[in-house]
């Protein structure tokens, strides 16, 4: 069964935070991705990632950053939130194929910033 | 410019009924095509993917797929409460290892 973890469930930052999310997966995927959904707006690709230290923009990855050091580990970075910023934040992974590109989720992290 | 279009809903069935959601897209080339479902304030789960044209059967779920039309649906026979949630379709574009999803439809299955 494939494991994607997010390292908080909930999270409250001040404005002007440099904010940390951290996301795990235990299947050895070789893709990995960063969502943020909100109300009206449904998913949009903030950033993803093919390989380790690779990246990707995605649709909407101003004001982000990521890290991806280690294969599992896929790290989103708001290098100073701000209250636009409050979303839910969703991680996902996949294999590298061409025949299907299936992505598993992770629980979400609510993210709000005061 | 990719895009998925969904019928936000809600979607009203009774129990018992069959839940037809639908779904199109824009990108004439795309190969896969997956539908998630989400239960409010959870993340994602994929319920059924379909690769070809025609019906893909799982359980009380069933996708169908019309690469002519650029069209898939899901259908949900014997609907229960349960399956309550919103339904997020998802294409992969030809070339891409990421997905375009649809804003969903919510589907309320009312005892």
């Known amino acids: 069964d494939v494991k994607v973890t997010q390292s908080s469930r909930y999270l409250v930052k001040r404005t002007g935070e440099k904010v940390f999310l951290e996301c795990v997966q235990d299947?050895?995927?070789?893709?990995m991705f960063w969502y943020r959904q909100d109300p009206g707006l449904g998913l949009r690709l903030i950033y993803f990632?093919?390989?380790?230290?690779?990246?990707e923009k995605g649709d909407i990855p101003e004001g982000y950053s990521v890290s991806r050091e280690k294969k599992e580990r896929f790290s989103l970075i708001l290098e100073s939130a701000s209250t636009n910023q409050t979303s839910m934040y969703l991680c996902?992974?996949?294999?590298?194929?061409?025949?299907?590109?299936?992505?598993?989720f992770g629980p979400g992290t609510r993210l709000t910033v005061l | 410019q990719k895009e998925v279009e969904q019928n936000s809903g809600p979607l009203s069935v009774p129990e018992g009924a069959i839940a037809s959601l639908n779904c199109t897209y824009s990108?004439?080339?795309?190969?896969?095509f997956f539908w998630y479902r989400q239960y409010s304030g959870k993340s994602p789960e994929l319920i059924m993917s379909?690769?070809?044209?025609g019906d893909k059967e799982d359980g009380r779920f069933t996708a169908q797929l019309n690469k002519a039309s650029q069209y898939v649906s899901l259908l949900i026979r014997d609907s229960q409460p349960s399956d309550s949630a919103t339904y997020l379709c998802?294409?992969?574009?030809?070339?891409?290892?990421?997905?375009?999803f649809g804003k969903g439809t919510m589907l309320l299955v009312s005892p």
């Open positions: 990108d004439r080339g795309s190969q896969s």
């Open positions: 379909i690769y070809s044209n």
């Open positions: 998802a294409v992969n574009p030809p070339g891409y290892s990421t997905l375009t």
């Open positions: 996902a992974s996949s294999l590298h194929r061409a025949e299907d590109n299936e992505q598993f």
């Open positions: 299947m050895d995927h070789e893709n």
């Open positions: 990632s093919y390989d380790v230290k690779m990246k």
